[in-house]
């Protein structure tokens, strides 16, 4: 068994850079493909949410348009503006 005092530091410094520079490169590029994919999920959120407000545009076209919501709505703003006239 080595002892940690015994043991040679020079070759842990020719070993060393090596090694840094395989798992520096692997993380490289690991972080780059992180990176791509990224651009690609920002743009399928975009179509998520232009899609989820269309639908709720949608839902309100249709009840702002029924007698009974506009009814509604010109009971509140009416009772609103009363207070203000």
Known sequence: M????????????????????????????????????????TTAEYAVGT????????LLIKLLSSDEMRNLLWTIISGVLAKFI
Do not use: C, K, Q, Y
């Not at 090694?19 to 972080?31: G, K």
């Open 2 to 41: 080595h002892d940690i005092t015994s043991i040679d530091s020079a070759n842990i410094d020719r070993t060393r850079p090596a090694a840094v520079s395989r798992v520096t490169r692997a993380a490289s590029i690991a972080l780059g493909r992180l990176r791509g994919d990224e651009r690609g999920m």
């Open 51 to 58: 899609v989820a407000v269309a639908g709720l545009g949608g």
